[in-house]
């Protein structure tokens, strides 16, 4: 993870129509997600093994890093923006808050989209609850992180070796909210993404076109988009 980081995606619908996404990203501290909410406190302290009595709190979230990134979806002459926040820790990235307009979603236990160590072919079955914010109402969710394979693949951005292919299927309540695959690579970040509906019906299928950061511009402006 880096701190800096832009890209510029690609998103082919299943009807072959094409959207853009736009996303900036920077590397800060878990105290700059707490907010009033709660449940955004509450999720940072159960994700990190905090003692909520503890007066240290504040120092051990600003000793934690975090990436924060804002997600701009065109769509039409429509834009719309999601922020996303999560824990980055040492063998794992865990999705703490995603917030669209009308849709602000934290995850108690944060929940995990990428596990470095994870071996091919494993899965982790993690469990919690997603509040919807501000009303503070919570589903349980059940959450199946599989590494598939470490493999190359190419974009439009560039070539990429070493890839981690992961699946991550979340379930909230008795609702599926259907199945992502994305390929993260090393200096990169997630370079590749399929989207599954409920039944497992791919929906989409993003690639990044531009990526921007410290290590230099991989791939050229896609001359179509709008």
Known sequence: VRDGYSQRVRITQADG???YE?????????ADLVDDQFAVLSALRRTLALDPDSSAVLADLTSAPALHSRIVLEDGGR???TLVSALVQPDAVRLVRQSTPGLDLV????????????????QD?????????????SLPY??????????????????????????????AGR??????????????????????????????????VVISSAAGVLGQPDDSAP
Request: charged share 15%; aromatic share 6%.
């Open 79 to 81: 834009f719309t923006t």
């Open 107 to 122: 995850f108690e236990p944060a929940l995990p989209t990428l596990l470095i160590s994870l071996p091919v072919g494993a």
């Open 175 to 208: 609702a599926s909210l259907g199945r992502s695959i994305t390929w993260y690579c090393p200096d990169a970040g997630g370079v590749r993404r399929e989207d599954y509906d409920s039944n497992d019906v791919l929906q989409s299928t993003a690639e990044a």
């Open 142 to 171: 059940t959450s199946t992180l599989t590494l598939v394979a470490r493999e190359s693949v190419a974009t439009p951005a560039g070539h990429f070796d070493n890839c981690l292919k992961v699946s991550l299927q979340l379930r």
């Open 17 to 19: 129509s094409v959207r």
């Open 22 to 30: 736009s996303s900036n990203s920077s590397l800060r501290s878990a």
């Open 125 to 137: 079955i993690s469990t919690g609850s997603v509040t919807l914010l501000p009303l503070n109402n």
